[in-house]
């Protein structure tokens, strides 16, 4: 099991963590957990932004929220596939960093196929991490996080068949609007600040808040008493 409160975040452009889940890497900071981010290329095969100037915004996205940062690469931007080398190096990491939790993208294909081919990446490395006989992993020990959750990029993202856990972000808009805002290249595409804000409102309306930001667990979550689960989205 988990044996530090750090939360990992897996994006595979420069700004999806901030775009999927600012809002509740936000939150997480300002109560002092630690978070680390691992963006998995640099927007090479993108439109707008160049690697080098994708790779400031990320950092300063980054520092926005109160997160150290790293890159991976997995060929770089529109190049992902499903491979045990990039699983084994996505391991690799998890082993280092020795988080209780782990985001990742949802794993819905009709979005950019980095995203859901990440999500599936990360899962796997997962569950590699935690095996102590892995050889290409013996350098680092084995690691089991507490539990990897799933966040959505775009609407089109969001699993329609699974109930998800809503983080309360209404109190952490202004951070996470500043992180977004950090990519400014992206803006040239369409507003993805509005278009973040405007979900986050949605959700955030039917859970009874400001703003909110949902999260789909890979496992089923285990607690041990009922005593903290005093709220639900329903208002019966």
Not at 34 to 62: D, L
Not at 129 to 145: F, K, N, Q, S
């Amino acid at each position: 099991m988990s044996d530090t409160n750090t939360l990992l975040v897996f994006g595979a452009h420069p700004d999806d963590i901030e775009f999927g889940a600012g809002g509740i890497i936000a939150c997480e900071t300002a109560a002092g957990r630690p978070t680390h981010f691992v963006v998995c290329s640099k927007g090479e095969s993108g439109t707008n932004g160049t690697p080098a100037q994708r790779t400031v915004e990320a950092e300063k996205g980054a520092q926005l929220l109160g997160a150290s940062l790293e890159f991976a690469d997995l060929g770089g931007d529109a190049h992902f596939v499903p491979s045990l080398p990039y699983t084994l190096k996505l391991a690799a990491i998890i082993r280092r960093i020795r988080p209780a939790v782990v985001l990742a993208p949802t794993l819905v294909e009709n979005q950019h196929p980095d995203h859901y081919t990440l999500g599936n990446l990360v899962r796997n490395a997962a569950r590699l991490a935690r095996y102590g006989g892995v050889p290409e992993l013996r350098d680092t020990p084995a690691h089991a996080i507490g539990a990897l959750f799933f966040y959505a990029i775009t609407p089109e993202a969001e699993p329609r068949n699974q109930a998800a856990l809503v983080v309360n972000v209404s109190d952490f808009v202004a951070p996470w609007s500043a992180a977004m805002k950090a990519h400014a290249s992206q803006a040239a595409t369409r507003d993805y600040v509005e278009l973040q804000l405007t979900r986050a409102h949605l959700h955030g309306l039917s859970a009874g808040v400001a703003h909110a930001i949902p999260l789909w667990p890979a496992d089923p979550l285990v607690v041990d008493s009922l005593a903290p689960m005093v709220r639900s989205a329903r208002r019966f």
